[in-house]
């Protein structure tokens, strides 16, 4: 019975929206000037459209009334706004440090540089080692659990220049070149535990290096890409990407570069002279290319572009390409397998009707993954058998 009470009001309710809905296609239903009302003439038609001609009004039905268009919004990729310049990591170094292990090696590092003798360096060593060791460990953690923390506390150029070789070797090693970023997703089956993070990442750099990689931010959507740029830290063959492509170099890099024959760069957004600016910003990009800008601003324009064109198809303006996964991407073969069976035989679709059929896929592909996927046309690569018995 109730069950029976609901249909009853759901079907009252139904036809009394109905019978409005016809009420208010009647002319004249709604008086002119009415609150929520629709006047039936205009005091000031648009410049765009005169005012129709007096006459007989008809209601029209909806399918009558032709439908407002709205563009679809451009296809568009923006860069968060809490993106900012990366800080100079000889800066970084000098900001509080709330782990312990992190900042006791810091503070090791200042005592060791401010030794004056061969001897009380020495004499600092064996503490230095266990204090990197245990760094070490918990470096190796952070870089896939927090990598931009991991980043964040790496120990700068001009701290590792002053530190010993068996030091150096216990801290994360700097990555800089070009490489290639592979990335896999992955979903559970039903019923089962997935046994691997969703999405995982690897780079191979071109001298061969290999590196589970490890992201944050903008390069979260960055897919699959040949011949990036590579900047981050790696430590027992974890490897935390930088969030924009480049590193802002620290002073003793930049010298480094002048006394190479750097000379006297020009910023290619503004034209001047980086060295006179007082604000110069120095962007290597991939340990061998680097770029002077005259202030914050450009660089961080300049690496924003980069990071869009990363994760956008069509990367070459930053050397990144659309890899192509042999899955996914690039371009296909097909085949088509005619077959009949002995109680229907014959065949039942004509060659010029595969070839059509192959083409018109091969353009329809490529259209709806933007260029990433198609099929190879018929005779160029994919075909169609005579017809096989089954």
């Not at 980069?306 to 073969?333: D, F, H, L, R, Y």
Request: proline residues 8%.
């Amino acid at each position: 019975m109730n069950r029976y009470r609901a249909l009853l009001v759901v079907a009252v309710l139904l036809l009394a929206g109905a019978a409005f809905r016809a009420w208010l296609a009647v002319p004249g239903a709604i008086p002119s000037g009415a609150p929520g009302g629709v006047s039936a003439s205009r005091q000031h038609p648009t410049p765009e459209r005169a005012a129709p001609p007096v006459g007989p009004v008809a209601a029209m039905t909806p399918a009558e009334v032709a439908p407002t268009t709205i563009p679809a919004p451009p296809r568009t990729r923006t860069v968060a706004p809490d993106v900012a310049l990366p800080m100079r990591q000889d800066l970084r170094w000098q900001a509080p440090m709330q782990e312990p292990v992190f900042a006791g090696f810091r503070e090791w590092t200042t005592r060791f540089t401010k030794a004056g003798t061969a001897e009380e360096k020495a004499a600092l060593a064996g503490e230095g080692l266990a204090l990197a060791e245990e760094r070490r460990n918990q470096m190796a953690d952070l870089i896939d659990q927090n990598p931009r923390r991991a980043l964040e506390l790496a120990v700068p150029a001009v701290v590792r220049r002053q530190m010993p070789a068996d030091i150096v070797a216990r801290l994360e090693q700097p990555v800089a070149g070009r490489g290639d970023l592979f990335v896999i997703a992955a979903v559970v089956a039903p019923g089962k535990k997935l046994t691997m993070r969703p999405v995982e990442r690897s780079v191979t750099m071109k001298d061969g290096r290999e590196f589970k990689a490890y992201t944050f931010g903008q390069r979260d959507l960055v897919p699959t890409r040949e011949n990036i740029a590579v900047q981050g830290i790696a430590l027992d063959g974890k490897l935390a990407l930088t969030e924009l492509p480049g590193r802002v170099l620290e002073p003793v890099e930049v010298a480094d570069l002048r006394a190479a024959g750097a000379g006297a760069p020009v910023c290619p957004t503004s034209g001047e002279v980086t060295s006179t600016t007082g604000d110069e910003v120095v962007v290597d990009w991939d340990g061998a290319d680097h770029t002077f800008f005259c202030g914050p601003s450009h660089a961080l324009d300049a690496m924003v572009a980069a990071s869009g064109t990363e994760a956008m198809a069509g990367g070459e303006a930053s050397g990144g390409v659309v890899a192509q996964s042999a899955n996914t991407e690039g371009t296909k073969k097909l085949l088509i397998i005619r077959v009949d069976f002995p109680d229907a035989p014959g065949q039942v679709v004509s060659d010029a009707t595969l070839t059509s059929l192959i083409n018109n896929m091969s353009t329809h592909w490529t259209e709806m993954s933007f260029g990433k996927m198609t099929w190879t046309t018929q005779g160029a690569g994919s075909d169609f058998t005579p017809t096989l018995r089954l």
